[in-house]
């Protein structure tokens, strides 16, 4: 090993992906492959250049890992990316194979240990959109990460071409990184979040609620003659997976906007509150639902400039009565997000392992049935040449770790919103994903446009 690598042990929300690749057989399960391509004509070698200073500015792209001496999994920055950066011709190709190529591209593997975590590669596509590919490991960078970097790139070649401002100095990925190992080293802060989640666990047993309705548990508790079962095992073997897009149109999607700053309430509040209802709806009116909802970790400068991978998973569980108001449950949500929020340095999956232990579930046992997130828009008009369009586009690596995985992210033609079901093919189908979008899109309206209605009378009435 060179001596003047400098190596740092991994931060919990690392450990959870390592995890995550270690227990599946297909290694692409941490690939996140996307593209930001523009519609006007780019100079490639300008683009080019603009990536490769882009590189230079965001350590967590030439982030490499390796064992040390105990076997342990460490990381290291390299000081200088030498890489060529590919050109890919689309421009002849059909939209719909071009797509394919890049699922392909996106479902290879990186090797894991002294290796490139991220490829780039530039792309001209059929509809006559220029810009990039990037695929990215997710022990490296989450979405929001991703956005950067890309935005970063846009905004180098922008400055280049257009003599647009150039940008302000990314953050220090190793920086914060080092804080979060200060924070992980048993601190004062860390300690008060374990005393938090240990009483959250304590103070009573979630309740497993089911996309597909009460069956699920219902079997189990026959199988196992225990009738107040609260856990169930919904987990799929096979790791194979697609993912599905179902567009709501600019206009509906702004009434959401809108609802959301007329009450001050988080876009991603909104979307756990309908998809938390519809999940009671299908269980038999059960109040008590618990969602996994992912919590990005940045809040400081730092936090939101210095890449990496910030997510933490933790569960948003609310108990919501069928006499409580849609508005009421928001609320109840609201506050569950701060408390997360408050004590989400915390590792997640040591406080799964204390649920877990502390309720006596078997393994593969859980109460949350699909995880959440909510992207914002990715890049503004000041980033980019006025009046011209840009897309950006998520792709499948074929292959997820749970069931169901919700993203909704806003569409940058249109600002409309795209609900994205990343799912596995045995556990759930197109069907089943289509219905679940259709009872979704009706509940969140019927309560956005009757915000004082009762949760019963919105089940009834969807």
């Known amino acids: 090993m060179n001596e003047e ?15 995550t690749v270690s227990h599946c057989s297909k290694k692409q399960v941490l690939n996140i492959g996307t593209s930001l391509t523009i519609e006007i004509d780019i100079d490639f070698n300008l683009l080019k ?15 490499r890992f390796c064992k040390n001496e105990n076997g342990e999994v460490m990381q290291y920055v390299i000081p200088k990316e030498e890489r060529d950066i590919q050109f890919f011709e689309f421009s002849h190709w059909k939209m719909e194979d071009a797509v394919n190529e890049m699922k392909k591209w996106t479902s290879v593997p ?37 956005v950067l970097f890309l935005k970063d790139v846009i905004q180098i070649y922008c400055s280049k071409k257009y003599n647009f401002e150039y940008p302000k100095p990314l953050e220090s990925y190793i920086k914060a990184l080092e804080k979060d190992l200060q924070y992980e ?4 802060s860390s300690q008060k979040d374990r005393e938090y989640w240990k ?45 599905v897009r179902f567009h709501l149109e600019p206009q509906p999607s702004d ?101 877990s232990k502390y309720y006596k579930n078997n393994n593969g046992e859980t109460y949350e049935p699909i995880s959440l997130t909510y992207q914002p828009l990715s890049l503004r008009a000041k980033e980019v040449p006025e009046n011209v369009r840009y897309k950006s586009e998520w792709y499948s690596n074929g292959v997820a770790a749970q069931n169901a995985y919700l993203t909704v992210m806003h ?47 919105i089940i009834s009435d969807t």
């Open 5 to 19: 690598r400098k190596l740092y042990p991994l931060v919990n929300s690392q450990k959870l992906h390592y995890f």
């Open 49 to 63: 250049e603009s990536i490769y200073e882009a590189y230079g500015r965001c350590e967590c792209m030439r982030l």
């Open 110 to 146: 990186f090797e894991r240990f002294d290796s490139p975590m991220n490829k780039v590669i530039m792309i001209s596509m059929p509809d006559g959109f220029k810009g990039v590919y990037l695929l990215v490991d997710h022990m490296t960078m989450d979405a929001q990460a991703v």
């Open 185 to 188: 080293n048993n601190s004062k």
């Open 199 to 243: 009483k959250l666990i304590e103070s009573s047993e979630p309740m497993y609620t089911d996309l597909k309705g009460e069956r699920t548990l219902e079997q189990q508790r026959k199988e196992k003659n225990n009738p107040n079962l609260r856990a169930a095992k919904c987990g799929i073997e096979s790791c194979d997976a697609d993912i």
């Open 255 to 355: 009434v959401l906007v809108k609802f959301c700053e007329n009450y001050n309430i988080p876009m991603a509040t909104l979307l756990l509150m309908a998809l938390r209802t519809y999940l009671q709806k299908v269980n038999n009116n059960e109040p008590d639902v618990s969602i996994q909802n992912t919590v990005s970790r940045r809040a400081t400068l730092l936090e939101k400039n210095s890449g990496g991978t910030r997510v933490h998973f933790f569960p948003c569980r609310t108990i919501v009565y069928p006499e409580e108001t849609f508005l009421d449950g928001c609320r109840k949500i609201q506050e569950a997000q701060i408390s997360t929020f408050r004590h989400s340095n915390y590792n997640p999956i040591e406080f799964m392992g204390e649920r």
């Open 411 to 457: 569409r940058s033609l249109d600002n409309g919103l795209d609900f994205c079901f990343e799912y596995k093919k045995d556990a759930l189908s197109y069907n089943d994903l289509e219905k679940i979008y259709y009872f979704l899109t009706r509940i969140i309206f019927e309560g956005v446009n009757n915000p004082n209605k009762k949760i019963a009378q």
